[in-house]
């Protein structure tokens, strides 16, 4: 198949082999991988409690996501850069890891939530902005952007365990 | 001498200590034996270890973009740590639960583990200076006319702990790679 001679060939770079073989490389990303995912976690965490009306409500929402999200986003493309780099060193181990793929999919829909909610709720942000209680998507959006993150975590290191588990 | 004969020398050092002896005897406990004989124990203790860290160091993150004027801008100080500080200290209560957990399953990967003495140690500095650097942040800020600009050893001394708490996820990662 063509994916699969893409993922040996991710493997076989010079990137690849390097993170693959070099003592240092791969503890040191997973690392990083660790230090910017949970800036992702956390600051998404403090907009979804605001969202929940759990925590900063006497914030403005608008506030609490100008404060937050460019620190998530800086945080998301630091997971990505690393996670990518950690992913070419083993690029067929991880594609059929079942706990991999779903926190794949656990991310698309982590994305599409936050989505959802930045291109319908937020339309009328100007009138609950100061409000302790949003409207209900805004809380449905929180509380299931806590759950996906929350296993996007326990998925992620579930895949550290689980490598060399499954075979083709 | 290279890095890794320190980290040699320095296990080497460790199994010669009565921490060996400790360390097989917490493996001989049944919660021990629980958490050995159970798949999922030790990367859900891990999960909740990476949580607690997000909450945690999030939490002084916030704190310290507050003290640079880049967030937070419409609370005080006073009410900047009133809201994320509780999170940083609940967090560490949490990691220190979690982490407890993870060197009962594995005492002596954990305990004869020059990564992890070198985490501990980082682990005590932090504290200690985090909560001389709170109480001195809040206590100047208060007693500033408003509105407060930190000075630059204030500055230097937010990014010198966001600092150290990396070198302690560091220490963290690389004791799954110390050969014990």
């Given at each position: 198949m063509i994916l699969e001679s893409l993922w040996r060939s991710l493997e076989t770079s010079a990137v690849g082999e390097f993170v693959a073989t070099n003592s240092w490389a791969f503890p040191t990303l997973e690392t990083l991988h660790v230090i910017f995912l949970v800036t992702v976690v956390g600051t998404v965490a403090i907009m979804d409690l605001r969202l929940l009306g759990l925590?900063?409500?006497?914030?403005a929402v608008t506030e609490m996501s100008r404060d937050t999200l460019p620190w998530t986003w800086v945080g998301f493309v630091g997971a990505a850069i690393t996670g990518g780099l950690l992913f070419v060193s083993k690029s067929t181990t991880y594609v059929i890891n079942p706990y991999f793929q779903i926190k794949m999919i656990l991310l698309v829909l982590a994305g599409l939530n936050m989505a959802i909610f930045h291109v319908f709720?937020?339309?009328?942000?100007?009138?609950?902005?100061?409000?302790?209680a949003v409207p209900l998507g805004g809380k449905i959006a929180g509380l299931l952007s806590l759950i996906f993150w929350v296993l996007v975590v326990f998925f992620g290191r579930a895949i550290g365990f689980t490598l060399g588990m499954f075979y083709v | 001498m290279s890095l890794s004969d320190l980290l040699y020398n320095f296990t080497e050092w460790l199994r010669g200590t009565w921490l060996t002896e400790f360390a097989l005897s917490i493996s001989d406990t049944s919660l021990s034996f629980w958490i050995v004989t159970n798949f999922w124990s030790i990367p859900i203790f891990q999960t909740i270890h990476i949580l607690s860290i997000a909450a945690a160091f999030s939490a002084t993150f916030m704190f310290s973009l507050r003290i640079f004027g880049?967030?937070?801008?419409?609370?005080?100080i006073a009410q900047n740590s009133r809201r994320y500080l509780p999170w940083a200290w609940w967090g560490l209560l949490f990691l220190a639960i979690s982490g407890i957990l993870m060197i009962i399953g594995e005492p002596v990967r954990e305990l004869i583990n020059p990564w992890f003495w070198i985490k501990m140690v980082a682990i005590v500095v932090l504290i200690v200076l985090s909560i001389w650097f709170q109480t001195r942040t809040i206590r100047s800020a208060a007693a500033a006319p408003s509105p407060w600009v930190a000075s630059s050893a204030v500055k230097g001394g937010a990014i010198a702990l966001l600092i150290l708490w990396c070198f302690v996820i560091y220490c963290g990662r690389f004791i799954a790679y110390a050969p014990v």
């Open positions: 925590a900063s409500n006497q914030t709720t937020w339309r009328t942000v100007s009138t609950w902005d100061s409000e302790t | 880049i967030a937070g801008g419409s609370r005080t």
